[in-house]
Structure formats: C-alpha cells, structure tokens
C-alpha cells in the first residue's frame, strides 16, 4: 500500500498505467490457464463459468458504486466544511469589530491572520511537514485569539461578548472538523478489495474467454480502462490532497475580501 500510495502522490495518470497494466497482465493469465483447461476438453465448462464470471463483475461494480458514493460523500463533506469555516470566521470577525471593546479590533485583526492560515491549510499539497506546521500555527493563534475573548468576557459579561464567543468558538470548531475531513479517507480494506476483486475479475473474463478460444483483446482493454477510470476517481475523491479533485480554497479569499472594507460606522440619519 505504501508503494502505490507514493506512486499516487508522485502521479495519479502514472498509478492509473500501473493499475491497468495488472489488469490485463491477470486478464491474460486467466486466458492462458483457459487456453490449457481448453485443450485438455474445458470447452463444455465455458458456459457455467460465464455464469460465474458475470456474477463476479456484476458484484465488483456494485462494490465500485458503494465505494464511489462513500469518496464523493467525503468529497461534498470538505467542500462544505470550507464555505461553513469561512462563514464562521466572517461572523466572529463582525462581531469582533462591533464590540465595545479595545480588544475587539485586535481579535479582528488576528481572526484576518487566521483565515489566511485556514485558506492555506486547505490550499496545501501533499506536504505532511507542512500540514503539521500550518496546524501547529492554527493551534497557537487559536490560544491567543481565545486569551482575548477570556479577556472581554470577564470584563465585560453580557448578552454581546457571549455572543462574540459563540462566534469565535464555532470558527473553532468548524476548524476541528475541516481537519477530521481532510485526515479521512478510504480505508486500507476497501482499497484492497477493490484492487483484488478487479484483478480476480479480469482474471476470470480471461479464463472463460479461453475456455471458448475467443480473443476480444480490444473490448477486454476498454473494459479495464473503464474499470481503471472509476477506480482512480474514487481514490482522487477520497483523498484530499492529490488528484484533481481538491476543496477550493476561494472561499477564503472572499472572506479576505471583505475584511478589507473595515467596520464602516455610518452617520445618524437627519431627522426628517
């Protein structure tokens, strides 16, 4: 798992060549044992083991459907855990400037810092050392952030500062579940079976076409390209930071945008 995992990293299209290379490499094995079963009077067991084999498929294609419905739910689930972190921190940052406060305008200030941070923690590739220190960054501007909010709590508790810590604590937490987001994905087991019910079932395919002596090569190797294409999708959803399936980060930068207006106080209205 390992090796595939770093040939993955390195390039998705180089793992999507090795995994259809197996493929037809077990599809001729199963051919080659077929051709022999055949030659020693196999033929009549063609028709049984067609029956098998389509089974087999048919069950690796539902698998593939599961799998491919559990990678894009863990998809959608950090594409909306960025717009929901996003609009945390754009609330806690109101809020921060609207209070009454000296400390309201530096929680201001550190929450900017902070959605910068966040845009870059999801922006990231496949670094893992640079993942930790973006957290470790995360983690220690939370600490100050909420030394402040301690701070206007105890010397001003109302209705406003609590609802300033509401604020800066969902921003908090929706970090905390971005995070789970980003370290899930598709379990070892499932990958494994993945990968050996497809090599079992283009065996197969290869052992029932040469019982019959038939060579359909080129349908074969549509077959496991399309095998192939359903695969490495469900690995590209399923993982955060390869592929070209990646969380987008603008969402973050809308945010920046509009911190950079200010807290704009209009005048009072004239009386009319």
Same mark, same amino acid.
């Given at each position: ?21 197996? @493929?037809?490499?077990? +599809? ?7 051709? +022999?079963? $055949?030659? $020693?009077?196999?033929?009549? @067991?063609? #028709?049984? /083991? ?16 599961? &799998? ?22 754009? !609330? ?16 201001? $200030?550190?929450?900017?810092?902070? !959605? =910068? ?6 922006? #990231?590739?496949?670094? %893992? =050392? ?5 957290? @470790? ?10 030394? +402040? ?7 001003? %508790?109302? /209705?406003?500062? &609590? ?34 019910? !497809? ?15 038939? $060579?359909? +090569? ?9 095998? !192939? ?10 993982? %955060? ?13 809308? =945010? ?17």
């Amino acid at each position: 798992m390992t090796v595939l995992a770093a040939i993955a990293n390195w390039s998705v299209f180089a793992f999507a060549v090795l995994l259809w290379f197996v @493929q037809m490499l077990a +599809h001729e094995a199963g051919y080659w044992f077929g051709s +022999h079963r $055949r030659a $020693r009077g196999g033929e009549v @067991q063609a #028709e049984g /083991v067609g029956i098998v084999v389509g089974g087999m498929l048919g069950l690796l294609a539902f698998v593939l459907a599961l &799998t491919l419905s559990f990678a894009n739910s863990r998809f959608s689930e950090r594409v909306e855990g960025t717009l929901n972190e996003a609009n945390a921190i754009g !609330t806690a940052w109101l809020r921060a400037q609207a209070i009454s406060h000296v400390r309201g305008p530096e929680m201001a $200030r550190l929450l900017e810092e902070y !959605t =910068t941070l966040r845009r870059d923690y999801v922006r #990231e590739g496949r670094d %893992p =050392t640079v993942v930790d220190e973006l957290n @470790q960054r995360t983690n220690a501007l939370q600490s100050i952030i909420w030394g +402040h909010m301690a701070a206007i709590v105890r010397e001003q %508790p109302n /209705v406003v500062s &609590t609802s300033l810590m509401a604020a800066v604590n969902d921003a908090f937490d929706q970090a905390t579940a971005e995070r789970f987001a980003y370290n899930l994905r598709l379990p070892i087991p499932i990958f494994w079976l993945l990968i050996g019910m !497809t090599l079992l079932g283009m065996g197969a395919l290869g052992f029932q076409l040469g019982l019959t002596g038939r $060579r359909v +090569h080129i349908l074969v190797a549509f077959l496991s390209i399309m095998w !192939t294409v359903v695969i490495v999708d469900i690995l590209d959803l399923a993982s %955060p930071r390869i592929g070209a399936f990646r969380a987008s980060a603008d969402v973050y930068d809308w =945010t920046l945008q509009g911190f950079k207006g200010g807290l704009q106080i209009p005048p009072v209205p004239a009386p009319k």
